[in-house]
């Protein structure tokens, strides 16, 4: 059975960086593709970012390009996303997915979710 | 960017009833289009990849069609537990972009 679980989510003040993790197990971590997807309070999805299963590819929206890096360790079943620069518009549950090839964003499995708070 | 343009944004139907929620695409996506099920408090759930293939585990009253630009999500009768938000998605290229989502409510 597939199961991802995120973690790192908190409050913090604008400006200020923060790291969310992705465990994942029941699957061959690295023959597929991850991505986080961000939803802020009362709207709607938001893909934020996507890593290969080789790690060698990303793709990042513009409202996070230059901010946040996505990244991913193999040899420890993790994704990761670092977030800098924070600001109250990143406040929202943020999701990681898996994708169902090596490459590319169609999801087929998602996590539970944790949420981040930027607020002074 | 490619949008998504989801309708309706809302739609009130009974248990039993055959719903049809229609998603188009600002511009040719072939058929690289997801849809999902979201219930309040919860993760998203994969239904549809492909346009038109069902995810593994997801009932059978459930199903997609279309290509190029316009899509549709069928869910043929009705259950309790279908009263959700769905959102499609395009993931024929980057940014991915999803449909604002359709809020389907008990009658």
């Known amino acids: 059975e597939v199961q991802l679980l995120e973690s790192g989510g908190g409050l913090v003040q604008p400006g200020e960086s923060l790291r969310l993790s992705c465990a994942a197990s029941g699957f061959t971590f690295s023959n597929y593709a991850m991505s986080w997807v961000r939803q802020a309070p009362g709207k709607g999805l938001e893909w934020v970012s996507t890593?290969?299963?080789?790690?060698?590819?990303?793709h990042y929206a513009d409202s996070v390009k230059g901010r946040f890096t996505i990244s991913r360790d193999n040899s420890k079943n993790t994704l990761y996303l670092q977030m800098n620069s924070l600001r109250a518009d990143d406040t929202a549950v943020y999701y990681c997915?898996?994708?169902?090839?090596?490459?590319?964003?169609?999801?087929?499995?998602w996590g539970q979710g944790t949420l981040v708070t930027v607020s002074s | 960017d490619i949008q998504m343009t989801q309708s309706p944004s809302s739609l009130s139907a009974s248990v039993g009833d055959r719903v049809t929620i229609t998603c188009r695409a600002s511009?040719?996506?072939?058929?690289?289009l997801a849809w999902f099920q979201q219930k309040p408090g919860k993760a998203p759930k994969s239904l549809i990849y492909?346009?038109?293939s069902l995810q593994s585990g997801v009932p059978s009253n459930f199903s997609g069609s279309g290509s190029g630009t316009d899509f549709t999500l069928t869910i043929s009768s009705l259950q309790p537990e279908d009263f959700a938000t769905y959102y499609c998605q395009q993931y024929n290229s980057y940014p991915i972009t999803f449909g604002q989502g359709t809020r389907l409510e008990i009658k």
């Open positions: 997915a898996k994708s169902a090839m090596v490459r590319g964003a169609n999801f087929d499995n």
């Open positions: 492909a346009a038109s």
């Open positions: 890593i290969s299963g080789g790690g060698g590819t990303t």
């Open positions: 511009q040719g996506i072939s058929n690289y």
